[in-house]
């Protein structure tokens, strides 16, 4: 059985990260705890004026190949896998002249921070660590007489632990543990994720992932789901990587949602102009842009007030007072831009309920990376749909070219129609939606609800006809048969946007023509299931 409490006689430290690194080897120094040390981490200690003992006088061999070699030798691995409830193994230390190491503190060469700078191979090569996950696991495997610290975050419960027990609990041992398993685990993630990429393998035979929890939840998308909220390499700028100013804390359809959000507003350049996109559900129900943002967040309001309500709302660009001033007389979940001006904030802070988010940049829309969704037994892996519409391939395939209007408008609701649930359709008009239909099982459908929802917009506002007249419809994927064009057509839509490829392309082509209006193939659809 292991051991009850353990009181740590000597401790093994060597860290890359020197964060707090002197305060924690005087703690121990002052509790009569040891301390054996490699390189830079000993010549820390020994500035803070502690007595440090070399790992190469531990072991009797010097370090060799600029530090590649050091801690791998029996007389550090032996201290830290004996199994003090085995008097064989006791017996063996002794016999041997080896001491037990009972505290090992390590964290790990800075490989993913190297990948993320853009190191050279060779550089982030030298990066992999080979003696610091050797040592984690072997004292994660004996945390029955061993505990292992890997982040500096948790120095200070390593020190609260000896101070509170005057020694090292069973519970706080397993604890560590599985935290320094979990950190191996990461890191060979992120070490095998390079090599495969560095090595082209595109499909490789294992894949993993890798988080960090950021946050617990109260339920997930339903209360009787339990949840949490997990970070990863945090290379793309995005909710996960967000600053929150106020509110309650993120549920995770608040997450989802807001995720969406930011991924769809991203597509319109902060120097193109100001665009707003409202979210609900995942889906876009308003997008536009404008001369300024308060008009941007009005005219996509005006597409569907309704859905709006108790949405998500993202900026391209900073959010500013009178944007703000407008947006918090609807109630809004959350308000996500890349920054804010003070006059904002202040004005935001009058509603306390409202979650507050700045993510610093926007993500990059033609970003590569890699989407998991999990199905019953496995995972599916793709590429992010970051497909970019190249506008010289765009082929006109009706009587009548687009004008440079219809042009504009077929593009922004390309643009959008990624974004929203298949089947997809969005009809847009002088730079904003004003009808969205999604996620019915019949392409026609979501053209018929597309249309409806802009009817009822336009009786709302008084309007003498109805938004999608002269408007551009666009459609993620092709369409199977003449009807979702006619159902375009009976709505007054005046340019189709598709990607064609349907065998019944020609029927399509022939009704556009019948009807008078122009159609463009883009040889690209955008599927979001």
């Keep these: 059985m292991p051991n009850a409490l353990i009181a740590p006689r000597r401790a093994l430290l060597s860290v890359s990260d020197k964060t707090g690194l002197a305060e924690l080897g005087s703690a121990l120094a002052a509790r009569d705890v040891e301390l054996v040390s490699t390189g830079g981490t000993a010549e820390v200690l020994r500035k803070a004026g502690l007595t440090v003992r070399d790992v190469s006088d531990l072991t009797g061999f010097p370090e060799l190949m600029d530090g590649r070699v050091k801690t791998l030798h029996p007389a550090v691995h032996a201290g830290l896998l004996a199994d003090r ?8 230390l002794d016999e041997h002249g080896l001491d037990q190491i009972d505290i090992l503190v390590v964290n790990l060469y800075p490989f993913e921070a190297a990948v993320a700078r853009g190191a050279s191979a060779a550089e982030i090569i030298e990066n992999i660590d080979i003696g610091g996950p050797a040592m984690i696991r072997a004292a994660a495997k004996n945390h029955g007489g061993v505990v292992v610290v890997t982040e500096a975050e948790d120095y200070a419960a390593l020190l609260n632990e000896l101070e509170t027990n005057n020694g090292l609990t069973p519970d706080f041992r397993a604890r560590q543990a599985a935290r320094a398993y979990a950190r191996t685990a990461a890191y060979d993630v992120a070490v095998s994720t390079w090599m495969a990429d560095h090595a082209g393998d595109e499909t490789p035979l294992r894949r993993s992932i890798s988080a960090t929890r950021v946050q617990s939840m109260r339920y997930g998308e339903n209360p009787h789901q339990s949840a949490a909220f997990y970070r990863n390499d945090g290379q793309r700028p995005g909710v996960a990587s967000a600053k929150q100013h106020q509110g309650k804390a993120l549920s995770y359809n608040n997450i989802n949602d807001t995720d969406a959000a930011i991924e769809l507003v991203a597509e319109f350049d902060p120097g193109s102009g100001p665009a707003v996109a409202i979210i609900k559900h995942a889906n876009p129900c308003g997008v536009a842009q404008a001369s300024t943002l308060v008009e941007a967040y009005e005219a996509a ?15 391209n660009q900073t959010l500013d007072a009178e944007a703000a001033a407008r947006i918090v007389k609807v109630f809004t979940e959350v308000i996500a831009a890349p920054d804010m001006t003070p006059e904002a904030a202040e004005i935001l802070a009058s509603k306390p309920n409202i ?31 970051n497909g970019q519409l190249d506008t010289s391939q765009i082929n006109v395939v009706t009587e009548r070219a687009p004008t440079p209007l219809e042009m504009a408008d077929m593009l922004f609701a390309w643009r959008v129609v990624k974004h929203v649930k298949s089947n997809a359709i969005v009809y847009a008009l002088d730079g904003r939606t004003v009808g969205i239909g999604a996620g019915q099982m019949s392409r026609v459908d979501s053209a018929r609800i597309a249309a409806r929802k802009a009817q009822d917009m336009s009786d709302t506002l ?21 009807d979702g064009l006619i159902a375009a057509v009976e709505a007054g839509a005046s340019a189709v946007i598709q990607p064609g490829g349907s065998i019944r392309d020609a029927e399509v082509v022939e009704a556009a023509n019948a009807a008078g209006i122009a159609m463009v193939f883009t040889g690209m659809r955008h599927f979001r299931h």
Excluded at 85 to 92: D, E, G, K, T
Aim: proline share 8%.
């Design 301 to 315: 309001f005006d597409c569907d007030r309704t859905s709006a309500f108790g949405g998500i709302v993202a900026l």
């Design 355 to 385: 979650r507050v988010l700045t993510t610093g940049a926007l993500p990059n829309p033609a970003q590569v990376g890699l989407v998991w969704r999990p199905v019953s037994g496995g995972y599916l892996v793709q590429d992010r749909d």
């Design 462 to 482: 008084g309007l003498a006809e109805p938004l999608t007249e002269g408007a551009a419809m666009a459609s993620d994927a092709f369409f199977p048969f003449a």
């Design 85 to 92: 409830n085995i008097p064989a193994h006791l017996a063996a």
